[in-house]
């Protein structure tokens, strides 16, 4: 699978829209790109995915570029209960069912 | 739908024991991960079973074991109980288990389980 590299932390201000990062630069050409989101002490919880096209869906939205290396997830009016950490993962068939969950993104969502 | 379900919440034992987690995916599903979670390692993949298969296997000691029942539900078992075993444990199911084709995997809220 490919690997990912997202940004640590961030902050964002309620009501805004929160701009998640994520490179995949060694992505293949049939990898979907996902995004699962774990609240403190919960399971992850799925957000969206895409392959090719942007997707947004009741969450949030997905843009990825045209040459696949990176991918933007799009928290659109953020909310308290958006703080989270963020996984932003490549699945591919090499690796079968399984999703390699990297650190992920620490976003806090502020007042 | 009910969601995944994982059973205890949270559970104490100590060092040599021995322990079960269960798993009831969601109804339909046919394919179930377990995965741990630690501070210092993140989520880490155990294994992955498939109409009572285990078709996917992470890189775990053989103290850690599952298995999947007809029903699809799941068990994963760990044996001689170290420190290092305390963490989170996840389990996941997906339909058909093909999330490199844009399946989605729900997860549960886990076991805790704390090694004294």
């Known amino acids: 699978d490919a690997k990912t590299t997202q940004p640590t932390s961030m902050d964002c201000a309620e009501g805004r829209a929160a701009n998640l990062p994520c490179n995949h630069s060694t992505i293949s050409g049939n990898e979907y790109v996902y995004w699962y989101r774990q609240i403190h002490s919960q399971g992850p919880q799925y957000i969206i995915h895409g392959l090719k096209n942007n997707e947004t869906n009741e969450m949030a939205s997905l843009i990825i570029t045209e040459d696949r290396k990176s991918s933007t997830l799009i928290l659109p009016h953020a909310t308290l209960r958006d703080t989270a950490v963020y996984y932003c993962?490549?699945?591919?068939?090499?690796?079968?069912?399984?999703?390699?969950f990297g650190g992920g993104t620490r976003v806090l969502v502020k007042p | 739908k009910a969601g995944v379900t994982q059973t205890p919440r949270y559970l104490i034992k100590t060092r040599g024991q021995q322990v079960t987690l269960s798993c009831s995916p969601i109804s339909g599903h046919r394919s179930v991960s377990w995965y741990q979670q630690t501070p210092g390692q993140g989520l880490q993949f155990l294994f992955e079973?498939?109409?009572?298969?285990?078709?996917n296997k992470g890189n775990f000691p053989g103290r850690f074991s599952g298995r999947q029942f007809s029903n699809s539900r799941s068990e994963m078992n760990v044996s001689t109980l170290e420190l290092g075993d305390s963490a989170l444990y996840l389990c996941a199911s997906s339909s058909q288990g093909v999330t490199w084709r844009g399946e989605k995997l729900f997860f549960g809220s886990g076991t805790q389980l704390s090694v004294l």
């Open positions: 079973y498939f109409s009572e298969t285990q078709r």
């Open positions: 993962i490549v699945s591919g068939k090499a690796a079968g069912n399984k999703l390699t």
